[in-house]
């Protein structure tokens, strides 16, 4: 079983920038691909961004795309989410998920809500016009 919580989550002026962290806990999840979600009211969750276990691999949603950065620290089994340059529209609540498994299977598979076995509680991200 693998426990993720998130954190760095709050209020930001418009171009402003946010760190998010997820820490992970439990067998494995240092070995996991690892990714952020979000989900806006009244919208599904959506992909934003996934890192390979080893930090080989990273793929990001267009919407983020130069904006954000995604990095881990094994080290330390954590996960984070640099956001700069933010937007009213990237007002969301940010969920961390990850794998079970410890084998990659592609960028694309990863971009899937139904890919990640274990989901953080989220931390709320509100950016203001």
């Known amino acids: 079983q693998v426990q993720l919580v998130e954190s760095g989550g709050g209020l930001v002026q418009a171009g402003g920038s946010l760190r998010l962290s997820c820490a992970a806990s439990?067998?494995?999840?240092?070995?996991?691909?690892t990714a952020w979600f979000r989900q806006a009211p009244g919208k599904e969750r959506e992909f934003v961004a996934h890192?390979?276990?080893?930090?080989?691999?990273?793929y990001y949603a267009d919407s983020v795309k130069g904006r954000f950065t995604i990095s881990r620290d094994n080290a330390k089994n954590a996960v984070y989410l640099q956001m700069n340059s933010l937007k009213p529209e990237d007002t969301a609540v940010y969920y961390c998920a990850a794998d079970r498994s410890t084998y990659y299977r592609g960028s694309y598979y990863y971009t899937l809500r139904t890919s990640y076995d274990y989901w953080g509680q989220g931390t709320q991200v509100t950016v203001s016009s």
């Open positions: 890192i390979s276990w080893n930090g080989g691999s990273t």
């Open positions: 439990g067998r494995t999840s240092s070995r996991a691909t």
